[in-house]
């Protein structure tokens, strides 16, 4: 208990001391102090305005969701090349709205993320109300498909994973 109040992330402070001593490209005893001291303070000074994170109850599922998306990146990125540097071929961009079923904050905001890092798609908003999210696909054949693939490899993981 001590532990979290004095180090309430422990996570994000150390990204921050790596990312302090790669800023500063030095492993000095002050250097490492000073980034040492940034990574205490910065998260004790913020913690008020940060949300409670969700617990994560499977996280054999996050590491495997991790993959598929990072499968899923590779692949959109050759699909877009061989799209781009086809002369025959022309894309068919269009939005569509896309209806939620999380509605944790963290899930939805991870869901729109994982579609924006994945290329040829761009999650552009959320409606106010939380209901569903506008994306942009690059090349668009079928509405339906694209929404059950989000649905199946992302959404529902991360239902699975946070609980919600």
Known sequence: MKRQRYLPTPVLSLVLLVVWLLLVR??????????????????????GFW???PHIRRPLKLARFVLVVLWDIIVANLQVSRLI?????????????????VKERLAITLLANTITMTP?????SIRPDGESLLIHALDMHDEQALIHAIRERYERPLKEIFEC
């Not at 540097?85 to 079923?101: D, T, V």
């Open 120 to 124: 040829g798609t761009v999650s552009t």
């Open 85 to 101: 540097l086809s002369f025959k071929r022309q894309a068919q961009p269009g939005f569509i709205e896309y209806p939620l079923e």
């Open 26 to 47: 030095s492993l000095a005893v002050g250097q490492l102090l000073l980034g040492t001291l940034l990574a205490v303070a910065i998260p004790l000074l913020t913690r």
């Open 51 to 53: 949300e409670p994170l």
